[in-house]
């Protein structure tokens, strides 16, 4: 909760703006964009502030979901916001390559965007500050007294030469308080709505090496999955869903002839605070609808499993 009490999004709202508006000034202010809740909510909040000294860049790392690029700039369109995309694809898997370990893939994927991010911020003129959609998780996740649970990019990621100062308005906020302060701010429901999706994107949905054909593979039965989801009314009673490429092949029969290859398992999840999480208990006869589905239509696919492990001990994202 935020400063340990109850969060009144208006009051929220109002307090963040007017302390935005003392740190920066009339500098302009530069700031990452996923498309998800977390900086989606940073940008509007910033925007009403400090108007069109807010630059926001959209990083295509490769890692997103079928089409998402395109439909996420679209949305933009609408909310009055300064969006610069850039297409980085190719850099992300070139730094990626060979990489099995989870903690090092997130790294290098923390670190290529960060290099990307921060090309692109030096070509935005007067730029002083940038902006992060840091929400408390992320903290924790980075800097446990157990030690790193997970690496997020942009908690202790950023190169100290990049002489920006820094802008994290919601960094003491759980995901169901951001969503809060975004229904207070107008958000549109589809993006009050978003199931949270990783930093890193399908990378961590991605076990062993990344490779364009990989990623393809889990975009395609990402996309049945998240669509099926939709069509039987269960999207908005799931608090996340995910679908995650093994590293593991296994014998199948398609057409009359035998198969030997990948696994996908399907996840779904509900969670307040993302601290911890409960498996949601999808209907059967929808997961062997959504497994016939995507071992009929998804190139490379002939089995699906669904996880059924809770937060802890499990993590909610497998890497």
């Not at 079928?66 to 610069?84: I, Q, R, T």
């Not at 002839?257 to 498996?279: F, G, Q």
Request: net charge negative; glycine share 8%.
């Amino acid at each position: 909760m935020y400063n340990g009490e109850k969060l009144n999004p208006k009051q929220f709202v109002a307090t963040a703006i007017e302390e935005i508006k003392a740190q920066v000034g009339n500098d302009t202010v530069v700031l990452g964009l996923s498309g998800g809740v977390d900086s989606t909510v940073t940008a509007l909040l910033i925007s009403k502030a400090i108007g069109n000294n807010l630059v926001c860049i959209f990083v295509d790392h490769g890692l997103l979901r079928k089409n998402e690029f395109e439909d996420v700039l679209e949305s933009y369109k609408g909310m009055g916001l300064n969006v610069v995309g850039v297409r980085a694809a190719d850099r992300f898997f070139a730094a990626c390559k060979g990489i099995v370990d989870p903690e090092l893939k997130r790294k290098a994927i923390g670190k290529t965007f960060i290099d990307i991010f921060a090309e692109e911020a030096r070509k935005v003129q007067d730029a002083k500050w940038l902006a992060q959609g840091t929400i408390w998780p992320d903290i924790a996740e980075s800097h446990s007294d157990k030690g790193t649970i997970k690496s997020h990019h942009n908690v202790g990621g950023l190169p100290e030469d990049l002489k920006f100062g820094l802008v994290e308005p919601l960094k003491y906020l759980y995901k169901f308080e951001v969503r809060e302060v975004g229904e207070e701010l107008g958000l549109d429901k589809y993006f009050l709505g978003r199931h949270p999706f990783p930093g890193p994107g399908l990378g961590v949905r991605c076990l062993e090496e990344l490779t364009p054909e990989r990623i393809h593979i889990l975009q395609e039965a990402d996309a049945v999955f998240i669509n099926a989801l939709r069509a039987e009314g269960l999207y908005d009673k799931i608090w996340q869903a995910a679908v995650v490429l093994l590293p593991v092949r296994s014998t199948g029969i398609k057409n009359g002839a035998r198969t030997y290859e990948n696994v996908v398992a399907l996840r779904a999840v509900n969670s307040v605070d993302a601290v911890t999480a409960e498996v949601v208990h999808l209907p059967m006869d929808f997961l062997i609808k959504v497994s016939e589905e995507i071992i009929a239509k998804v190139d490379g696919v002939n089995r699906v499993v669904y996880d059924c492990s809770p937060k802890p001990p499990a993590t909610i994202e497998w890497e």
